[in-house]
C-alpha cells in the first residue's frame, strides 16, 4: 500500500507539472498574440499604427526639416493633397527625426496638419533617410516602394503622380 500511494503522489505530481506546462504554454501564446497587435508605428498628430494597418493603402511620405525653405513652402500643398485624398495614409517625417517634444512647437509653427512618423520609414519599409529634403515616397498597397522624389511637390504634382501609378499598380 505505501507503494501505491507514492505512486500516486507522482502521479498526481506529474499531472500537476503537465497541467503547468501547458497553462505557462497558453500564457506565452497569449503574450505573442498580444505583442503582435500592438501599435508599432508611433506617430505624432495621428493615431499610432502599425504594418498590418497600412498595408492595402497607398502611403505617402514626406521628408522635410525646419531649416530646408523649399520644404516649408512644400507643407500647405502637401496638406491639401492629404486633405483632397482621405483614401491615401499621408505622412511627413522629420529629417531630424525630433521626438514628439521638440516636433511639436515646430510642426504647429508650420501649420503641419499631416501625421508625422516618428518610427523611421526604414524600420518600416527599409526607406532609408534621402541625402537632401524635399523628398517624397510612395509605397504600394503590397507595401512596396512605387516612386522616390527628390524635389518639392505642388499639390496638383503629387494628384497627378498618385493617379499614374494607381493607375498602373
Not at 498526481?12 to 505573442?32: A, E, H, N, S, T
Not at 507643407?75 to 491639401?80: R, T
Not at 499621408?90 to 504647429?108: M, R, S
Amino acid at each position: 500500500p505505501a507503494n501505491r500511494h507514492s505512486s500516486t503522489s507522482r502521479g498526481l505530481g506529474d499531472v500537476y507539472k503537465r497541467q503547468m506546462k501547458i497553462k505557462i504554454i497558453q500564457l506565452l501564446c497569449l503574450l505573442v498574440i498580444l505583442g503582435c497587435q500592438k501599435n508599432d508605428i508611433e506617430v505624432f498628430n495621428g493615431a499610432n499604427t502599425n504594418l498590418a494597418n497600412l498595408n492595402g493603402n497607398w502611403v505617402v511620405i514626406n521628408y522635410w526639416a525646419d531649416w530646408c525653405a523649399p520644404c516649408i513652402k512644400e507643407i500647405p500643398e502637401l496638406n491639401e493633397f492629404a486633405s483632397e485624398n482621405k483614401d491615401l495614409k499621408v505622412y511627413t517625417f522629420n529629417f531630424d527625426q525630433l521626438e514628439i517634444d521638440d516636433l511639436e512647437p515646430i510642426a504647429n509653427r508650420f501649420n503641419i496638419l499631416v501625421p508625422s512618423l516618428i518610427t523611421h520609414p526604414r524600420d518600416i519599409w527599409g526607406i532609408q533617410t534621402p541625402p537632401a529634403v524635399p523628398a517624397t515616397f510612395f509605397i504600394n498597397p503590397n507595401g512596396e516602394l512605387s516612386l522616390s522624389l527628390f524635389r518639392p511637390q505642388t499639390k496638383d504634382e503629387l494628384n497627378k503622380i498618385i493617379v499614374e501609378l494607381k493607375n498602373t499598380f
